[in-house]
């Protein structure tokens, strides 16, 4: 079992709609959580940081987190074509190490 | 405004040949990762440091890998010999532990090709 799981994509939603990219871990003992957003031919960057149960909003973004679930999504409200990329989660496991998934490729189309 | 660098941005070599790539962390950063990115492994942990000093490579290969920082402003990543399966882009990403969730700021990687 792959310690942190995505699913690859393509998700595809229409301009304006909520996309919802999920992830889970298996590392019960994960401390905190990231989403990195790479778009093609480019680094990742990091959009949003969750450590404790429940939401965190950060303008469109809403990161959610499930500890006991070991589960962790990220929401994307009014989304944009600029949305479209592929997403990473990541999950540090201690001493500031980070595992990532795969990712999951979004697609918004107009 | 603050970010990693990395040079160089592309590098085309022939296999056996030596190839180093360097990493300038975000001032202040005390924390640096070598990461290597392909299509089928997705983003891979090689090695990092802290306060310059080695803590895991243990997703390097020794026999051809080596991570140093000789000094807080500079991390290098060299494999030698070069072989064509070493292909990806690599990327370098600094962090510090003052902050809360060790989040991690990566550079714009270097795309390198063996041949």
């Known amino acids: 079992q792959k310690e942190v799981e995505q699913n690859s994509g393509p998700l595809s939603v229409p301009e304006g709609a909520i996309a919802s990219l999920n992830c889970t871990y298996s590392?019960?003992?994960?401390?905190?959580f990231f989403w990195y957003r790479q778009y093609s031919g480019k680094s990742p960057e990091l959009i949003m940081f969750?450590?404790?149960?429940g939401d965190k909003e950060d303008g469109r973004f809403t990161a959610q987190l499930n500890k006991a679930s070991q589960y962790v999504s990220l929401l994307i409200r009014d989304s944009q074509p600029s949305d479209s990329a592929t997403y990473l989660c990541?999950?540090?496991?201690?001493?500031?190490?980070?595992?990532f998934g795969t990712g999951t490729r979004l697609l918004v189309s107009p | 405004d603050a970010r990693v660098t990395q040079t160089p941005r592309h590098k085309v070599t022939e296999m056996g040949q030596e190839v180093t790539m360097r990493c300038q962390p975000i001032l202040g950063h005390n924390t640096v990762f070598w990461y290597r990115q392909t299509m089928m492994q997705g983003l891979e942990l090689l090695a990092y440091?802290?306060?310059?000093?080695?803590?895991?490579d243990s997703g390097m290969p020794k026999d051809r890998f080596s991570a140093e920082m000789p000094d807080a402003t500079l991390a290098t990543l060299k494999i030698q010999p070069s072989e064509p399966r070493d292909s990806a882009v690599y990327f370098c990403?600094?962090?510090?532990?003052?902050?809360?969730?060790?989040?991690?700021?990566f550079g714009p990687g270097t795309r390198l090709t063996v041949t």
């Open positions: 990403a600094s962090g510090s532990p003052v902050v809360a969730a060790y989040e991690q700021y």
């Open positions: 590392d019960r003992g994960s401390q905190s």
């Open positions: 969750i450590y404790s149960n």
């Open positions: 990541a999950v540090n496991t201690g001493f500031q190490k980070l595992v």
């Open positions: 440091f802290r306060n310059r000093a080695p803590l895991d």
